[in-house]
């Protein structure tokens, strides 16, 4: 009887213990490195739809609010945040960047996150309106850069580096080069120019995952 409660308490004290140790390391499984191969075929340009690793932000050269030109370069070392949006919209958008001022209360001053919000209308978000934007969701300067510049070039970085052109949207595709792009997605870029994750930028509970998921790939080595 006494070896009987001595194993019933056992389990008792070991089952939480073994039940901790095995969400913990749930909690830093290692986020996946994601491909064209990954992504669903609609929102990847065809010349990459093969591609199964190795895939990086390509090069791009824009101008901030600031007037800046910011290029692929700044996130190179650093994780990075990337959405599209444009100023005008009175949809999502504004919802998505009050959650994306979460991300810069957050990692407020640490030069190792930036935060990257691409323009889908160049021709209205001027250098100035991208200022006035900025300006109003308390941009920090040096850490989220508003970006603007040519609008062909702004979409095929959607298409060939983010793969954020959602399925829907491409049914109506001609050139998608030069078609309008409007997503809700955030897209977490680690410091080696990988995609790590995709977030819904209109969901406050997504957002806090991916709180979690920047903390995490801080800790990642270069």
Not at 12 to 36: A, E, H, R
Not at 56 to 78: A, E, H, P, W, Y
Not at 153 to 182: C, M, T, W
């Amino acid at each position: 009887m006494k070896r009987i409660l001595f194993v019933a308490i056992l389990l008792l004290i070991l089952v939480p213990i073994g039940y901790y140790f095995l969400s913990d390391q749930s909690k830093t499984k290692p986020l996946p490195i994601i491909n064209p191969i990954d992504v669903q075929s609609e929102m990847v340009d065809p010349e990459l739809l093969r591609i199964g690793k190795g895939h990086r932000v390509g090069n791009f050269s824009f101008q901030n609010q600031d007037g800046l030109t910011i290029s692929q370069d700044q996130m190179k070392g650093k994780v990075s945040v990337v959405e599209y949006f444009f100023t005008s919209c009175k949809s999502i958008c504004p919802v998505m960047n009050s959650q994306m001022q979460r991300v810069q209360r957050k990692f407020f001053n640490n030069d190792a996150v930036q935060i990257f919000s691409f323009t889908v209308d160049p021709i209205t978000d001027t250098v100035a309106q991208m200022k006035r934007y900025a300006t109003a969701h308390h941009a920090h300067a040096g850490q989220w850069h508003f970006l603007t510049g040519n609008k062909s070039a702004l979409y095929q970085l959607a298409r060939r580096s983010f793969f954020v052109l959602k399925p829907a949207e491409a049914q109506n595709l001609g050139d998608a080069g030069n078609d309008f792009i409007h997503t809700n997605n955030f897209v977490l870029i680690d410091k080696e120019l990988r995609i790590r994750g995709y977030y819904d930028g209109t969901n406050p509970k997504e957002v806090s995952r991916l709180l979690l998921h920047i903390d995490q790939l801080l800790l990642e080595p270069k």
